[in-house]
């Protein structure tokens, strides 16, 4: 399995920016894709975006499309989610996730707080 760490939380105003990072063990980092979610406070866990194994495609939610951006560094074993344009309604936690092909995980990381504020 993969153990995740997100980092890079916390509280901005809206338009503003944040860069999460998410750093990864256990399993060559290279050989998976990753994606990043969020759950806001009463509502359900959504998809953001993700990356593939290679970082040659990427995929986003449109509401976040434009505004947000994903990237990994297989050196470093790390996924990252720059986050500009920021609004209130990006208010959630943000976990990010091993993918394990057709829907499965192979782990999920803890989540890192996002705030924005109007």
């Known amino acids: 399995q993969v153990q995740l760490v997100e980092s890079g939380g916390g509280l901005v105003q809206a338009g503003g920016s944040l860069r999460l990072s998410c750093a990864a063990s256990?399993?060559?980092?290279?050989?998976?894709?990753m994606s990043w979610y969020r759950q806001a406070p009463g509502k359900e866990r959504e998809f953001v975006a993700a990356i593939s194994w290679s970082g040659g495609s990427t995929y986003y939610a449109d509401s976040v499309k434009g505004r947000f951006t994903i990237s990994r560094d297989n050196a470093k074993n790390t996924v990252y989610l720059q986050m500009n344009s920021l609004k209130p309604e990006d208010t959630a936690i943000y976990y990010c996730?091993?993918?394990?092909?057709?829907?499965?995980?192979?782990?999920w990381g803890q989540g890192t707080q996002v705030t924005v504020s109007s």
């Open positions: 996730a091993a993918e394990g092909g057709l829907g499965s995980k192979l782990g």
């Open positions: 256990g399993r060559t980092f290279s050989s998976y894709d």
